[in-house]
């Protein structure tokens, strides 16, 4: 109800913009993987469905909401009013409200712009385990982007979904990338979260949370380049409480990846995750061919992708067709 009620706020805020825009994709996949119980299990349906309204003015301000789709639920999952100075030449930035910050780390990539289907498993982790809300959060966000460098700070609710809870104190993250040369990028994330949120139980306790991650990336999007390699690294720890001890989860993954046509992608991941004590291994292997990059479009417009992922040598083996708009 508060995210409907928000919603009709977003609306009617844009009946006097001078341009709309509306984006957004679909992801249908299926699957397949050995099961111990049942021999062998298969699996499809809908991965996402997102669609984005977009608003504009002259002004400088900008009103953006993304509505959520899946084969069960239907769900407003961002809802921002920014402000972009004209002055500085639109490099400096304000936003306000549930969104997808910017001051996130790296490997949380936009799910348009994944290698190998899926995401690293301890990036879901981190934002499952973290703020919830699948690393939103409401907050008021600072931007500050050129050329060679880019900047954020999110102070936040540190409690993402929409349920509400009272907190006596404010979340922090920020992000701080260089991008050297063409091509080439390399950055630090922190994030501090005092408000014990109940995402962040571990061993029947909420904690306080201090998360940090760097990456470099030498080509960051699917086939943006001939070679791309990508390494990313994130940590969380789960600061100790009265009676609880500090608890920490871990992850890095590299990957590399060669584009031998324009429109024909390969990469490879490996990665590892240390989740309380316990390590976990995968590796992984995609195949995409995009249709849209054969018509001089964007690679990410129209893909099939054909992916390869084994955990702790468990296989599952995925087909996906993306279709952006």
């Known amino acids: 109800m508060r995210s409907l009620a928000l919603l009709l706020v977003l609306l009617a805020t844009t009946l006097n913009a001078q341009t709309y825009k509306a984006t957004g994709f679909t992801q249908v996949r ?14 499809s349906g809908l991965k996402r469905a997102r669609l984005i309204g977009t608003a504009s003015f002259d002004s400088g ?17 961002d809802a921002t009013v920014a402000y972009r100075t004209p002055a500085l030449g639109g490099k400096v930035g304000v936003r306000v409200g549930r969104m997808f910050s ?20 301890f990036v ?23 050329a060679r460098v880019e900047a954020a700070l999110f ?29 080439l990028r ?46 990313d690294l994130l940590a969380t720890r ?12 871990f992850g890095g993954s590299v990957s590399a990846a060669y584009r031998f046509a324009p429109s024909l992608e390969i990469v490879g991941q490996t990665e590892r995750t ?23 479009e964007a690679f990410h417009r129209r893909m099939l992708s054909l992916g390869y992922r084994t955990v702790n040598g468990t296989t599952n083996l995925t087909a996906q067709i993306q279709v952006a708009f």
């Open 30 to 43: 299926v699957g397949y993987a050995p099961a111990a119980e049942a021999g062998h299990a298969y699996h």
């Open 238 to 249: 789960y600061l100790a409480e009265a009676g609880a001890s500090q608890a920490s989860l």
């Open 186 to 231: 390399a950055g630090l994330f922190a994030s501090y979260n005092p408000t014990h949120s109940p995402y962040a139980t571990v061993d029947g306790t909420a904690r306080r949370t201090l998360a940090y991650a760097g990456h470099v990336y030498y080509g960051e999007r699917p086939g943006s380049q001939r070679v791309r390699v990508k390494l």
């Open 155 to 183: 102070v936040h609710r540190g409690y993402g979904v929409w349920t509400h809870r009272p907190v006596s104190s404010a979340a922090v993250s920020g992000r701080f990338d260089v991008k050297p040369a063409r091509g």
């Open 124 to 146: 879901g982790r981190w934002a499952k385990t973290g703020i919830g809300g699948d690393g939103r959060d409401f907050g008021i966000e600072a931007t500050y982007r050129s």
């Open 102 to 121: 910017a001051a996130r780390p790296a490997a949380f990539n936009a799910a348009t712009r994944v290698d190998a289907i899926d995401r690293p498993s």
């Open 274 to 296: 240390v989740a309380f004590g316990a390590p976990t291994r995968a590796h992984a292997a995609g195949l995409t061919w995009s249709l849209s990059a054969m018509k001089g």
């Open 61 to 77: 301000f900008e009103v953006r909401g993304q509505v959520s789709g899946s084969a069960s639920l239907v769900r407003l999952l």
